[in-house]
């Protein structure tokens, strides 16, 4: 039986070519949405709360609709409505702090990428006297919990006088052991002839690595900036101690100390600050979701 007959019998006995029968896909795909809607339920939810009034915050789940009874007995169309948007950036200035996420998540992330990369690639293509024993030092430190660095960090920073500023922020999470490891294993499946010709040919050690190596690990880059980017646009510990003037806040800490601090009418204020906070990294996934997949998936089949 050649391999036409037995393609041609999965088919007939509803077998598809992945090895999945036709039942069993369906249930399959029937269980992946139902897991879906249940993880973007909560999505939604907070989507539609942004939108609702403070008198429709726990009158409807969704959407409000139809008319709702007032306090004093008489009846208000209920509809979605953009006012806590508008009180959002109008009394609390809420652009500032995106501003101020954006720039202080982008710088940290341009640095990150550039330090990272350039020490992947030192410890991919570079022979020098302990390098085993920095790797395993580099790995060691991985194993430290943040936490337990907050109080000689804060003590440093302090005397650095990178108090209130952004520098502070910036300074200690520049580069780090995990990225440079995650750079170092991408680097690695690059041919070492292709460098060797890159400098028989005259470029120079900074040219082979803009031209040469991080073109060929663009997927990991990507998948790098998109934990970074996320890391540092919801970092609300560090951030919360080092900062110290409102106009420097983030987004995490003004929803936090600001809004979140308004009272019990305020609910709307801070669903419409949550949903704008949560567009970002999302919209940034979007971009970055194939070379997501394909940096996380990098090295898994060598031959």
Not at 142 to 163: D, F, K, Q, R, T
Not at 203 to 227: D, K, T
Not at 289 to 298: D, N, P, R, S, Y
Request: hydrophobic content about 50%; glycine content about 12%.
């Amino acid at each position: 039986m050649d391999n036409g007959e037995r393609q041609s019998l999965r088919v007939q006995y509803g077998e598809t070519p992945g090895g999945l029968a036709g039942p069993a896909k369906a249930l399959l795909y029937a269980t992946l949405i139902l897991v879906s809607v249940f993880t973007l339920i909560p999505l939604v939810w907070l989507a539609c709360a942004a939108f609702k009034g403070p008198g429709d915050m726990w009158s409807f789940t969704f959407l409000p609709y139809g008319e709702v009874q007032n306090p004093d007995g008489t009846m208000r169309p209920a509809r979605a409505t953009v006012i806590n948007f508008i009180a959002l950036f109008r009394d609390f200035g809420f652009g500032r702090n995106l501003l101020n996420s954006f720039f202080l998540t982008a710088t940290g992330t341009s640095i990150s990428l550039i330090l990272a990369s350039l020490g992947g690639f030192a410890l991919a293509k570079y022979q020098f006297k302990g390098k085993k024993i920095l790797m395993a030092i580099m790995l060691a430190t991985m194993m430290i919990p943040g936490s337990v660095l907050l109080a000689p960090l804060y003590e440093l920073i302090c005397h650095m006088h990178m108090m209130n500023s952004y520098a502070g922020i910036l300074v200690p999470g520049a580069v780090g052991a995990f990225g440079m490891l995650l750079f170092r294993q991408a680097m690695l499946g690059i041919p070492d002839d292709l460098i060797e010709a890159a400098r028989i040919d005259g470029c120079s050690e900074i040219g082979i690595y803009w031209r040469i190596i991080m073109p060929v690990v663009r997927p990991m880059s990507g998948a790098f900036c998109l934990m970074s980017f996320m890391g540092g646009w919801n970092s609300f510990l560090w951030p919360m101690i080092v900062l110290q003037s409102k106009g420097l806040f983030t987004v995490p800490i003004a929803l936090s100390q600001t809004i979140g601090l308004t009272g019990d009418m305020q609910y709307g204020l801070l669903m419409a600050g949550t949903f704008l906070g949560v567009l970002p990294p999302a919209i940034l996934f979007f971009i970055l979701q194939k070379e997501f997949i394909a940096g996380l998936t990098a090295g898994a089949v060598k031959g």
